[in-house]
């Protein structure tokens, strides 16, 4: 799967080397995952989409923040810049209470909004620009694109939450905020 491919040697008998064949081969890959979605090795981007998918379908996450690609006989850490996927299309699906935000990936992932796949949004203190996320599984995340949060703020409502009035949009019973709305905008 990775370069440096194993060999199996457990069909020789020798114990020693069905051992050795077992062992998690652990370490870094130059694979680099940018803010945008795109795919690099080696600082070149991958081309092959099918290739992307597969790196993306063996892709964790884990208790230390890191990402890897995972398999029975691997483990190599890659760099993601920010999330690992992006939300590139949304869908709205019903209204008020009802409603279903559906989201597709650049890796064609589908997701909706709900209690188990939250949308976040986080804003950077120094230029106030926000960043949303959905949660797409196993603590990954899909980085909203900046249409598709467009759309989602176009489509919102305004409630209030914790004594502040906020900007959000419900999907399958949840109310996900998008954003504080602000009294010094006049």
Request: with cysteine.
């Amino acid at each position: 799967m990775l370069p440096g491919r194993i060999r199996d040697d457990a069909a020789a008998g020798a114990p020693a080397d069905r051992d050795h064949a077992r062992q998690l081969l652990i370490g870094d890959i130059d694979i680099r995952i940018a803010r945008d979605g795109t795919w690099y090795h080696e600082g070149r981007p991958i081309r092959r989409m099918a290739l992307v998918k597969l790196f993306a379908g063996i892709l964790r996450c884990e208790g230390d923040g890191e990402f890897y690609l995972r398999t029975p006989l691997e483990k190599r850490r890659i760099r993601v810049d920010d999330a690992p996927f992006v939300a590139v299309e949304s869908t709205i699906e019903g209204e008020g209470p009802r409603c279903k935000v559906h989201f597709r990936t650049n890796v064609d992932d589908h997701v909706t909004a709900d209690a188990d796949h939250p949308v976040r949004v986080v804003v950077d203190p120094e230029t106030g620009a926000p960043s949303p996320y959905v949660l797409v599984r196993d603590r990954l995340e899909a980085l909203i694109a900046r249409p598709v949060y467009y759309d989602l703020v176009n489509r919102g409502r305004i409630a209030w939450q914790d004594g502040r009035e906020v900007l959000g949009i419900e999907s399958c019973g949840c109310f996900f905020v998008l954003g504080e709305t602000s009294d010094d905008a006049g």
